[in-house]
T-cell receptor
Framework: GQNIDQPTEMTATEGAIVQINCTYQ??????LFWYQQHAGEAPTFLSYNVLDGLEEKGRFSSFLSRSKGYSYLLLKELQMKDSASYLC??????????WGAGTKLIIKP | DTAVSQTPKYLVTQMGNDKSIKCEQN?????MYWYKQDSKKFLKIMFSYNNKELIINETVPNRFSPKSPDKAHLNLHINSLELGDSAVYFC???????????????FGPGTRLTVL
């Protein structure tokens, strides 16, 4: 079956670095997405990886290993506004997005 | 400019009623989606339309029906509402086609449906 696993909740300190992991199993693979969602708001696109390696965008970076079915989202210089849920989603061979349940990130001063 | 808009933002209604949620995108995208976000914040896809053709229809009750009058609109109609239908419903759109790296989904603000 198709499955996405990511931690339910993580806590980090303002100014620090946090890595949110995601493992996936899909029927075929057409890329992996990371979204940020604040409570009560729509998800916001953060990154897309389809090739192995690290993609950096400012304070956020995303890494993909297709052979391991693994991705992570790296957040640097954490700010209080980064407190949100982070959703990992993998696209299968039919271009359908398979979503994880999300990781709630709590930032403490 | 709002890329993906939904109306209403909040909907409170009684069990058994019929209601619709409207979605419009002005991005010129070919594909639109409806998601249901449950109490655990898990997003579950319900429908996907590409150029007015249904391409994904997950296992949802047939009380839910998508209606797409044109490429820019995908409305969600729900008949005989039940308590378990209470959730946040998100509309999204994407470019679609065969190039997955362009298939980023852009979400609307969500509609919080409460069935009493």
């Amino acid at each position: 079956g198709q499955n996405i696993d990511q931690p339910t909740e993580m806590t980090a300190t303002e100014g620090a670095i946090v890595q949110i992991n995601c493992t996936y199993q899909t029927s075929g693979f057409n890329g992996l997405f990371w979204y940020q969602q604040h409570a009560g708001e729509a998800p916001t696109f953060l990154s897309y990886n389809v090739l192995d390696g690290l993609e950096e965008k400012g304070r956020f970076s995303s890494f993909l290993s297709r052979s391991k079915g693994y991705s992570y989202l790296l957040l640097k210089e954490l700010q209080m506004k980064d407190s949100a849920s982070y959703l990992c989603a993998a696209m299968d061979s039919n271009y359908q997005l398979i979503w994880g349940a999300g990781t709630k990130l709590i930032i403490k001063p | 400019d709002t890329a993906v808009s939904q109306t209403p933002k909040y909907l409170v209604t009684q069990m058994g009623n019929d209601k619709s949620i409207k979605c419009e995108q002005n991005l010129g995208h070919d594909t639109m989606y409806w998601y249901k976000q449950d109490s655990k914040k898990f997003l579950k896809i319900m429908f996907s339309y590409n150029n007015k053709e249904l391409i994904i229809n997950e296992t949802v009750p047939n009380r839910f029906s998508p209606k797409s009058p044109d490429k820019a609109h995908l409305n969600l109609h729900i008949n005989s509402l039940e308590l378990g239908d209470s959730a946040v419903y998100f509309c999204a759109s994407s470019q679609g086609g065969t190039e997955p790296f362009t298939d980023t989904q852009y979400f609307g603000p969500g509609t919080r449906l409460t069935v009493l």
